[in-house]
């Protein structure tokens, strides 16, 4: 199984960026699809889930703020980013069927 993520980059507070997240191989079904993220000195923590688009769950840091996605025709999970302040910055891992895991990518939120 592969997770390939892609969106991250140079944001400015305030910004909206959506990161992609798509699992390929040998998956016979995907249930869980999840973010997380690892700021810099610090453990990787939770950010956000997704069973079905009426089953998320989302850290209290980023509720309200971020909202997750996902699309079972093309394996993708989303996690649309909005408000985006520099404490969120951090590499951004997909996780799938709370087993793989995705390389990361990098959201640097400056101005």
């Known amino acids: 199984v592969q997770l390939q993520a892609s969106g991250g980059g140079l944001v400015q507070p305030g910004g909206s960026p959506r990161l992609s997240c798509v699992a390929s191989?040998?998956?016979?079904?995907?249930?869980?699809m999840g973010w997380y993220r690892q700021a810099p000195g610090k453990q990787r923590e939770f950010v956000a889930s997704?069973?079905?688009?009426?089953?998320?769950n989302y850290a209290d840091s980023v509720k309200g703020r971020f909202t997750i996605s996902r699309d079972n025709t093309t394996n993708t999970v989303y996690l649309q980013m909005d408000s985006l302040k520099p404490k969120d910055t951090a590499a951004y891992y997909c996780?799938?069927?709370?087993?793989?895991w995705g390389q990361g990518t990098l959201v640097t939120v400056s101005s």
């Open positions: 191989g040998s998956i016979f079904r995907i249930n869980f």
């Open positions: 997704i069973i079905s688009s009426s089953n998320t």
């Open positions: 996780k799938v069927n709370n087993k793989y």
